[in-house]
């Protein structure tokens, strides 16, 4: 049998997302491998994702264990699907073990884990991913801050969600409806109002649904 091309050996995985199911998924891995091309990491990527959207963590974890590289998006998409099946744990351990190896952080790296530590409902987990992140240099990206938001807000951490708020360079409109909510579910309505003030100051109209 000829050895299939590239494009094609690529467009294996990525169509059999469709399906959704751990049998049909593992036709694609069982080609891919007798291929030889189990060190593509594109290739790798794809088969990841479709284990992940079948809810078998056990078979993305063998896999992902097995691979020759391990990039920052491999490991992002590791850290995702355990959110995506609610192992908020595992998903946090798995950043640990990220850092450990080493691996450059990314914004979705971060953004994944803030999620975890929130559904964990681990403050102290929280706050030492604000920490980390505010070292890795993503102290002013603005999906890293509206997830931090988001988790404090959860938490019910009025202070902190404050901080953030003040911390961010540039409050979109996302970020003004993420804090809108948490002022008000937090009790938090004088911040409320000046964050109302802010918005008709500065012409932001995020908070037209909030106010209808």
């Known amino acids: 049998?000829?050895?299939?091309?590239?494009?094609?050996?690529?467009?294996?995985?990525h169509k059999s997302k469709a399906y959704r199911s751990l049998s049909i998924a593992k036709m694609p891995h069982a080609f891919v491998l007798r291929c030889g091309s189990e060190s593509n990491l594109f290739i790798s990527y794809n088969l990841l994702n479709i284990y992940w959207l079948c809810g078998s963590s056990y078979h993305s974890c063998q896999?992902?264990?097995?691979m020759l590289q391990r990039d920052g998006v491999s490991w992002n998409t590791m850290i995702s699907g355990f959110n995506?099946?609610?192992?908020?744990?595992?998903?946090?351990?798995?950043?640990?073990?990220?850092?450990?190896?080493?691996i450059s952080r990314m914004q979705s790296s971060f953004a994944s884990i803030i999620v975890a530590c929130a559904e964990m409902d681990g403050n102290g987990c929280l706050m030492q991913v604000h920490c980390f992140s505010l070292?890795?240099?993503f102290s002013s990206d603005c999906c890293v801050g509206n997830s931090l938001l988001k988790g404090y807000s959860r938490l019910g951490e009025v202070d902190d969600l404050w901080e953030?708020?003040?911390?961010?360079c540039d409050l979109g409109e996302i970020s003004i409806e993420i804090l809108s909510r948490g002022?008000?579910?937090?009790?938090?309505f004088i911040d409320a109002l000046n964050l109302i003030r802010y918005c008709c100051i500065n012409g932001i109209k995020a908070l037209s649904q909030f106010l209808a």
Do not use: H, T, W
């Open 135 to 137: 070292k890795s240099g």
């Open 164 to 168: 953030v708020s003040n911390e961010m």
């Open 63 to 66: 896999l992902f264990d097995g």
């Open 183 to 188: 002022y008000s579910q937090n009790g938090m």
């Open 84 to 102: 995506d099946l609610e192992q908020y744990k595992n998903g946090f351990f798995c950043f640990a073990d990220m850092v450990r190896a080493g």
């Open 1 to 13: 049998m000829p050895k299939p091309n590239k494009p094609n050996l690529i467009s294996v995985p």
